[in-house]
């Protein structure tokens, strides 16, 4: 969506991350989901809020790059290949991102990084986010989500002895209702400002705010099964889009 008026709000960029090489799920991001490249749904969110002067994906694959057009998405540079491999890390790409919008664009003041695989990311989440970011003493806003049991009681399994203990045995007999409520961070997007994205600056601290989301949509799609597991709960969720 490219500005049109003079308006002095705050420019806005969505940077989607997306690289050709996926082992667990062989191209995983542009896999159809549920009747669409997986892809899509995170465009299609993006450009339903209306925030985004700009919806980038960083790519370093051509056929990534041509459906990511095909619903929308720019490609205004290819992802370089050191940014492309296992090691990679999201931060680094979405610099990469914001570092060339400065020298070929403009300066941007808020970045959101959508991830590829989110097909359960809510339109009012990402508005949220917006909303929580507009505060100056907040440099990140996320979605996060409760563990479906207290993390305190969690246990491990020995490996010499195959025998099972608890992480924190001071805990055993602590009553649930007393121990601390645990939340994860849900791995749909992240909001933040350029400058903080830029400096590297840490999303847990007291400078992030939270979204918290329903369980149910935080969804990681990792393996051939959670794929599977994702698109039946989803076409229960959305019968009228899950095909």
Same mark, same amino acid.
């Given at each position: ?16 991350? %997306? ?6 799920? $062989? ?22 809020? /209306? ?12 056929? @990534? ?14 992802? $370089? ?6 090691? %990679?890390? #999201? ?31 809510? @339109?009012?989440?990402? /508005? ?43 805990? +055993? ?19 933040? /400002? ?6 590297? +600056? ?8 939270? @979204? ?10 990792? #393996? $051939? ?13 959305? $019968? /009228?889009?899950?095909?």
């Amino acid at each position: 969506m490219r500005r049109t008026d003079s308006k002095k709000s705050p420019w806005n960029i969505a940077i989607i991350p %997306a690289r050709g090489g996926s082992k667990r799920i $062989p191209r995983k991001n542009i896999k159809l989901f549920c009747g669409k490249p997986i892809i899509a749904y995170s465009i299609i969110a993006a450009q339903d809020t /209306k925030l985004f002067d700009r919806i980038i994906v960083s790519t370093d694959d051509h056929e @990534i790059a041509d459906i990511a057009l095909e619903w929308g998405a720019e490609i205004p540079f290819i992802r $370089p290949q050191y940014l492309a491999d296992d090691y %990679a890390v #999201t931060i680094d790409v979405i610099n990469h991102g914001i570092e060339w919008l400065n020298k070929n664009d403009r300066r941007y003041d808020n970045a959101c990084c959508i991830y590829p695989t989110a097909p359960f990311v809510r @339109i009012s989440d990402l /508005k949220n986010g917006y909303e929580l970011i507009k505060d100056t003493t907040t440099n990140f806003a996320f979605p996060v989500a409760t563990f479906p049991s207290s993390i305190f009681r969690a246990l491990k399994i020995e490996e010499h002895t195959n025998s099972l203990k608890m992480f924190w045995p001071e805990h +055993l007999n602590t009553r649930t209702q007393d121990l601390p409520e645990a939340l994860h961070d849900v791995g749909q997007f992240y909001w933040g /400002k350029t400058d903080a994205f830029l400096k590297k +600056l840490s999303m847990f601290e007291q400078h992030a705010r939270p @979204i918290l989301i329903p369980r149910y949509l935080a969804q990681d799609i990792d #393996t $051939p099964e959670d794929w599977e597991q994702a698109e039946l709960f989803y076409r229960t969720l959305y $019968p /009228k889009n899950g095909k």
